[in-house]
């Protein structure tokens, strides 16, 4: 073929013919916007490489290798990292747990920890306290679904302090938190949230001192020896009332989120925190329960052996 | 060739502005300016993550089948994405728990794909790594702007210190609230689009 192609290098349209058009007649470009196309009709249109990178075999051949080298890829900085995250991921855990104590961004966490907490218990059906054997947890929903309810005793100046984990749901994903409870285990020590996806700005406050810090000093237990404790819109809380606990304004369902945790986790560890196993009659053979529900005795973890 | 690589990184920043001109990467602009701390991490992290995916199919560019580019352009951006953030939970695990939001935001940023397709299917790595930062500042210079506003008027802080006098309140001074929704970071987009547009007046459309 005697004339030549130009394409525009701008939309795309070929020109046929002797040299460029002055204007490109879909997007009017220059004709300096022009370049001519040289490949031959005889020859076909060639790859640099001799390579037809469009046909079938290549295609999926391509396609296989690269997901083998990015699936390699991703498996050896998984397994490489694994140890490491792994242990980042349980030093977070005992720093969440250490906040709910008002023990924030410490620098020897794992320090802190062995000193302060005592013990890692699971609650028993009848309120005490058991020993926990397994492993240091990390995920403590996947424990709380299946019956384990932790129970970390730690012990700050003297004072003994109860820890209970928290499980719930936001607005857009996963909440926790820990509370810590003084020894009559219904004042609010401390308290720490988290979250997974929260709004920025608006439900992601949870994780502030500025909330947490609403809860101390509230009571969790109420008359009726139900979780009383509660999450209300914000500006409502009572002033002088010892379970309401203002929400975040405009994070309503984060906030319900947070009160619908609180109160169904608390509610499974009843039990334990209204002391029942000293109050109906006491425990079997045990001559220290008196009923009153203030038995020493049974403050402490039953060790397994 | 100098002057093109000045102009790739030049260009994106105001005049060719992702968010400004082509009206990509909104959602994510939307989603990270209620304070102006995300906002200046995203945009890092879209800066870094951008560069770094353009020069890679940049060197690629030969060899991708036609029909399957895109695809191959989300393996490599979703791989890089999850490669550095496996990183930082190994080795700054706090930054990484900062991070995790907006791992999900940077793979599906359309600025990224629109990079990718756009500009390093066609040019060569250095050209290409320009263009990344440049159109990764771009996009957080405006992210920066509008979070400033938002924090500063929503939330009455920067950077989460106070900034409006505690007194004020007492005074009946209120933060505005809707400031914190998302539909106020699309108005302030607009604002911004709207000063761009009468300082550029090439892009003004009859």
């Known amino acids: 073929m005697a004339a030549k192609k130009f394409r525009c290098k701008v939309c795309g349209y070929v020109h046929v013919g002797d040299k460029a058009p002055e204007k ?10 022009f370049e001519e196309i040289t490949s031959d009709e005889n020859g076909g249109e060639k790859k640099k490489k001799g390579i ?14 690269i997901v083998v080298i990015v699936a390699f890829l991703l498996v050896f900085v998984s397994e490489t990292l694994k140890e490491r995250q792994t242990a980042n991921v349980i030093n977070d855990t005992k720093q969440q747990i250490l906040s709910a104590l008002n023990l924030r961004d ?35 929903k996947s424990e709380y679904d299946s019956g ?43 308290i720490y949230f988290s979250h997974s996806s929260e709004t920025p700005g608006l439900g992601d406050e949870i994780a502030e001192l500025k909330f947490q810090s609403r809860f101390l000093g509230k009571s969790v237990i109420n008359a009726d020896e139900q979780v009383g404790l509660k999450v209300v ?73 | 060739m100098a002057n093109k690589n000045i102009k790739a990184l030049k260009e994106p920043i105001w005049v060719n502005n992702s968010i400004l001109v082509q009206i990509l990467g909104i959602c994510s602009a939307l989603a990270v300016t209620s304070q102006l701390k995300p906002a200046i991490v995203m945009g890092l992290s879209v800066t870094i993550i951008v560069a770094i995916s353009n020069v890679i199919i940049s060197l690629l560019r030969d060899t991708i089948p036609n029909r399957i580019r895109i695809i191959i352009q989300l393996v490599v951006v979703a791989a890089l994405v999850t490669i550095v953030s496996e990183i930082l939970k190994a080795f700054a695990y706090d930054v990484s728990v900062q991070l ?44 920066v702007v509008v979070a400033f506003v938002r924090e500063l008027f929503g939330s009455g802080t920067l950077f989460g210190y106070q900034i409006v006098p505690l007194n004020w309140y007492e005074h009946g001074y209120l933060n505005n609230g809707l400031m914190i929704m998302p539909p106020m970071a699309l108005i302030l987009v607009g604002c911004i689009i709207w000063v761009h547009r009468a300082k550029n007046k090439d892009l003004q459309e009859n």
Not at chain 1, 116 to 132: F, S
Not at chain 2, 101 to 118: D, H, P, Q, S
């Open chain 1, 24 to 33: 490109c007649p879909l997007c009017g470009a220059p004709s300096s916007e």
């Open chain 1, 148 to 190: 384990n309810l932790h129970v970390f005793v730690a012990e700050i100046d003297g004072e003994r302090k109860f820890i209970i984990p928290m499980n719930g749901f936001g607005l857009w994903g996963t909440v926790w938190g820990y509370i810590a409870l003084d020894d009559d285990r219904s004042t609010v020590y401390g």
């Open chain 1, 233 to 305: 819109k914000f500006g409502k809380a009572a002033q002088s009332s010892q379970f309401e606990v203002d929400g975040v304004s405009g994070a309503t369902i984060t906030s319900t989120g947070v009160d619908e945790m609180i109160n169904r986790v608390l509610s499974k560890y009843i039990p334990f925190l209204t002391k029942q196993c000293c109050k109906e009659g006491g425990c079997e053979g045990c001559e220290e329960c008196d009923g009153s529900g203030n038995c020493e005795k049974h403050n402490n973890v039953e060790s397994n052996d």
């Open chain 2, 100 to 143: 995790s939001v907006y791992v999900g935001l940077i793979i599906t940023n359309c600025i990224l794909m629109g990079r990718l397709e756009a500009f390093a299917m066609q040019n060569g790595p250095w050209p290409s790594f320009l263009d990344g930062i440049g159109n990764g500042i771009g996009y957080a210079a405006i992210l």
């Open chain 1, 52 to 65: 037809d990178t469009n046909s079938n075999i290549y295609t999926i051949l391509y396609a296989t290798v």
């Open chain 1, 106 to 140: 410490l620098s020897d966490v794992a320090g802190t920890y062995s000193e302060v907490i005592i013990a890692d218990a699971l609650m028993q059906a009848d309120g005490k306290l058991a020993e926990y054997e397994g492993e240091f947890n990390t995920g403590y």
